[in-house]
């Protein structure tokens, strides 16, 4: 199977290949959060883990910042990364430099209440997806589950690194936008991190790749 580039990103074969599988995935899971509702928690591989990024986050950094750079979507690429499913790759030759814009989280815009309606709560809890970003201090939360909404871009497929992540997250929240910048120079090849922070892996530390 081919690639594809959609918007300047492109895909590898093997994306595309998965983005197949993913629609019999997520058929499988909601067949599967049925039958959680009545049995209780699967296993970890049906559940999601987590859905809050609470690293490096500064509430309410001023919008100018945004201005400053332009998005360098053109330069990435999503592909296989080891251990962690798809990830975004750096594949210019230019360098992004520290404080360079990186591209901004974009999905589906929900308020608690809508969260609540489309991820009916299991035993009190919202079942929230590894996909939702929540702005704080809003209660609204940035849902990129669906990768065919128009509203999602490439960001959803940045992976997280504790240990030396070349990205950080910033958000205003009252023009309820996050978005991504180097945190140092991100050179041809490296792939997009950014620390998902120790409350999204609570319980799933096992998993970090
Ligand atoms: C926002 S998604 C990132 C894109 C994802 N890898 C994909 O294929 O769509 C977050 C999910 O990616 C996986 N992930 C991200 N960083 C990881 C890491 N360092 N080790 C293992 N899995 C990781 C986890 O399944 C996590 O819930």
């Known amino acids: 199977m081919n690639g594809i580039s959609m918007n300047g990103i492109s895909f590898s074969p093997s ?3 998965r ?3 993913r629609r019999r995935i997520s058929r499988l899971q909601s067949i599967l959060s049925t039958v959680e509702e009545s049995l209780g928690p699967l296993l970890p591989i049906f559940t999601t883990v987590g859905a809050v990024s609470y690293g490096f986050v500064s509430y309410n950094r001023p919008l100018w910042n945004l ?3 332009l998005e360098v979507g053109e330069g990435i690429e999503v592909r296989e990364s080891s251990g962690r499913g798809l990830g975004a790759f750096y594949v210019k030759d230019d ?3 520290p404080g360079d814009l990186v591209g901004q989280y974009k999905g589906d815009l929900l308020t608690l209440n809508e969260l609540s309606k489309k991820y009916p709560p ?3 809890t919202i079942s929230k997806n590894a996909y939702l970003y929540e702005i704080r201090e809003s209660s609204l939360y940035i849902d990129a589950s669906d990768e ?3 509203s999602v871009n490439w960001t959803r ?3 997280h690194d504790g240990k030396d992540p070349n990205l950080v997250v910033e958000q205003n929240a009252l023009h309820k936008i996050v978005w991504f910048e180097a945190k140092r120079e991100i050179r041809k090849g490296e792939e997009l991190c950014f620390d998902y922070g120790d409350k999204y892996w609570e319980g799933y530390e096992d998993l970090i790749v």
Do not use: M, Q
């Open 19 to 21: 983005r197949h599988r």
């Open 148 to 150: 065919n909404s128009d």
């Open 15 to 17: 994306f595309v290949d």
């Open 122 to 124: 299991v035993n009190g």
């Open 157 to 159: 497929f940045i992976n």
């Open 95 to 97: 360098v992004i430099k």
């Open 67 to 69: 201005k400053k750079a």
